[in-house]
């Protein structure tokens, strides 16, 4: 498959962010959680709890001046694939950022492909031979690939690493990381993104 081929499946699989956020609250409004099994109950609870993550960020953030001015430098068409699923604690904490900035320029087309409906591209942006996600890939407009982000900031890595090897286990790994994202109120994306576009901008 070409560049511009693999660039024109995306187009056509992928959802636009509004359509993502529609299917999110049906897939929370619509699920009766007494049908579930212990395991689907728990994906479920964990979509409740994103969905509010997601909205709350989208209501109270606004993009920095210097990110605005990175992504107002974005003067030729580009798409950007982000492969997520609503269960994702780190999607519903940076979703939402890369959201804002997607609205800010009509030159970038956001699509969000579902993983695991989708994992034939999933595998082609492993992380350490993982499935992690959210993952986003930009490209051109002839499909070439720009820059690749995910599945979360360093600086929260960084942190996930140490507490595994402090032997810190879920669920009181997750819930120190989701204290974290809600400190750190989206800087560290911030600070990635203007160092990834600005290095496109460069090259």
Wanted: charged share 35%; net charge negative.
């Amino acid at each position: 498959m070409t560049p511009k081929s693999f660039k024109d499946e995306i187009l056509q699989r992928g959802m636009t962010y509004n359509e993502y956020k529609k299917y999110f609250i049906e897939e929370v409004s619509t699920t009766d959680a007494d049908k579930l099994n212990e395991s689907d109950r728990e994906l479920f609870e964990y979509k409740k709890l994103n969905l509010a993550r997601s909205e709350r960020i989208e209501k109270n953030y606004k993009v920095s001046d210097e990110l605005v001015s990175e992504i107002m430098n974005i003067k030729e068409k580009q798409l950007w694939m982000v492969i997520t699923e609503a269960w994702c604690g780190d999607s519903a904490q940076n979703l939402p950022y890369i959201a804002k900035m997607v609205e800010l320029n009509p030159n970038i087309d956001m699509r969000i492909i579902l993983r695991d409906s989708n994992l034939e591209i999933m595998d082609l942006y492993l992380t350490n031979g993982t499935r992690s996600i959210p993952k986003l890939v930009a490209f051109d407009n002839e499909g070439n690939e720009l820059l690749a982000w995910g599945p979360r900031p360093k600086a929260a890595q960084d942190l996930i690493e140490q507490w595994k090897s402090e032997g810190i286990v879920k669920p009181e790994l997750y819930e120190k990381l989701h204290l974290w994202y809600g400190r750190n109120r989206g800087r560290e994306i911030e600070t990635e993104f203007i160092e990834l576009l600005s290095k496109v901008e460069q090259e």
